[in-house]
């Protein structure tokens, strides 16, 4: 609850008992920061109260007897000059409020439009031209002000700052942002404030939560030296379970938002390389840089392809020794390396003619185990127990006798089943050969693809039945294996050089 001096105190003033007690029970005058010190019937009963109450705004009628509004207005201006006063009234007194104006009342109320939020806005109208409470009101303004700007500014936005009002909260020279993260499984700390009763004067703090594991709190501090200190001291506590994270210093609050995207965010992902640290400065880390290699995929893919393993996994090896210890990079971008080689390995053997179905589900979950990871070890542990897995199908295929493909039975199969909705991968099922494999396979010793000698096939067979003239086009497209009409006049001009309706009117036997 506000202290009692903290309160802002109000006198009533009205002949009519019934408005006093329902003015009284409009508002929760104390949880709005006012008190109701005393009541009056007239501007005289009001004048006697003044020295003893010495209210902040009285709140009075215009017409009572023995002393009215008006009057009680002008004395009290002369003789209490720092006295507000809000007048109450009906529609026909406008006369007598417009003349209290010029003793300089804070504003008027309607008494048939009385209610809760316009007695409210008046009375805060009234408080802030006080002077103590202004003082009081730009001080509270400034409290509930920074936990909301330090959200928006962290969130991006751009805000208007009043800098004068945010001195009075945060009054000292230097800001700091702090982070706490949980090491990997840690459970959550309660309480983590406590580690920020330092032993040093001159400094404030207000915790920013971002989200379950992680916190940041701002630290503005006359001590920075001192303070990097007894920070240091204070994280020791719970150094095995969490990492701490120290920005440089900064002398505008209003470049918090800038400190944290451009630089915080950075030394927060150095824990994702460097693990066994438990705090983290920004100074001490970015004053190196490593250099980022990049990864020839091209030749990776190709050792693979001449199945030259060893040479592409050392390679690989390597690379991911030296991303390790490229601590500037995102981590985004250290794991979405790791899962394009997956993607990449999977989609390789299987075109390689390897039957890796099942290696090609697990992917998924090296995904997202990949996605979790806490540190850099444990994303190279699931790249290498994908690897394992991988070799393991190279291995056994490899240990396979190799069976010959017998083109003479496959050539026979579409030629007999020709005029059926017959695709590679048809083939391939039915004589159990990988899709890709087979492609090439074909198109190197029959010195043409599948599906030029299918499509040769079919318009032969078109030929035929367009010289005999027992059907239509458009049933012989159908007959010869083709559901798209014009497909299938598009197939047979590009062979024949004639369109099917020509070729019948040339050759058709009559």
């Not at 809760?116 to 009101?137: G, H, M």
């Not at 505008?252 to 438990?278: A, H």
């Not at 705090?279 to 001490?284: A, C, G, L, P, S």
């Amino acid at each position: 609850m506000m202290k009692e001096e903290n309160y802002c105190k109000v006198l009533i003033v009205d002949d009519e008992d019934l408005i006093r007690q329902g003015i009284k029970h409009y508002i929760d005058w104390e949880n709005e920061g006012f008190e109701i010190v005393g009541e009056a019937s007239n501007g005289k009963e009001a004048l006697e109260l003044m020295e003893t109450i010495n209210p902040h705004i009285i709140l009075t009628d215009m017409v009572m007897p023995l002393m009215d509004g008006e009057e009680l207005t002008r004395i009290v201006k002369e003789k209490f000059s720092s006295v507000e006063i809000i007048i109450l009234s009906s529609f026909s007194e406008y006369d007598y409020v417009r003349s209290t104006f010029q003793n300089g009342v804070v504003d008027y109320i309607l008494k048939p439009k009385l209610d809760t939020q316009s007695l409210l806005d008046v009375l805060n109208v009234a408080r802030r031209r006080i002077p103590a409470f202004e003082k009081q009101r730009n001080k509270d303004y400034a409290k509930k002000s920074v936990p909301k700007l330090l959200e928006r500014l962290l969130s991006g936005y751009e805000v208007q700052i009043n800098k004068n009002e945010i001195k009075q909260e945060l009054p000292h020279s230097a800001f700091y942002l702090l982070g706490i993260k949980l090491k990997g499984t840690a459970s959550r700390k309660s309480k983590l404030e406590k580690l920020l009763d330092l032993d040093v004067q001159d400094y404030r703090y207000y915790p920013c939560y971002l989200k379950d594991s992680y916190d940041i709190f701002l630290i503005n501090t006359d001590k920075s030296n001192l303070l990097e200190k007894q920070l240091k001291k204070a994280a020791m506590q719970l150094a095995t379970s969490h990492y701490f994270f120290l920005s440089k210093g900064y002398n505008d609050f209003s470049q918090t938002g800038i400190i944290y995207k451009n630089s915080f965010l950075k030394i927060i992902d150095y824990s994702f390389y460097f693990p066994d640290e438990w705090y983290i400065t920004e100074e001490e880390w970015m004053n190196y840089r490593p250099k980022k290699e990049n990864f020839n995929l091209d030749w990776f893919i190709d050792e693979w392809k001449q199945k030259n393993f060893d040479s592409a996994l050392e390679y690989l090896k390597k690379h991911v020794e030296k991303m390790a210890c490229c601590y500037t990079m995102e981590v985004s971008e250290y794991k979405a390396f790791f899962s394009n080689i997956i993607f990449n390995l999977t989609i390789l053997l299987n075109n390689m003619g390897y039957e890796v179905k099942e290696l090609d589900n697990t992917k998924y979950h090296y995904f997202n185990m990949i996605d979790q990871s806490h540190t850099a070890k444990d994303a190279t542990n699931q790249l290498d127990l994908f690897l394992e897995e991988a070799r393991k199908y190279v291995l056994h295929k490899e240990d396979q006798p190799i069976v010959p493909i017998n083109m003479k039975r496959i050539i026979g199969y579409v030629t007999e089943h020709y005029a059926e909705s017959l695709t590679l991968t048809d083939l391939a099922n039915h004589f159990h050969f990988n899709p890709s494999y087979l492609s090439s396979y074909f198109s190197a010793h029959n010195n043409e693809s599948f599906i030029e000698f299918l499509n040769r096939i079919r318009i032969e067979k078109a030929t035929k039945l367009l010289k005999d003239g027992e059907n239509s086009i458009s049933e012989i497209s159908g007959m010869v294996g083709y559901s798209d009409h014009s497909y299938f006049c598009k197939v047979f001009k590009k062979l024949k050089g004639l369109s099917p309706s020509q070729y019948r009117r040339k050759y058709q036997i009559r």
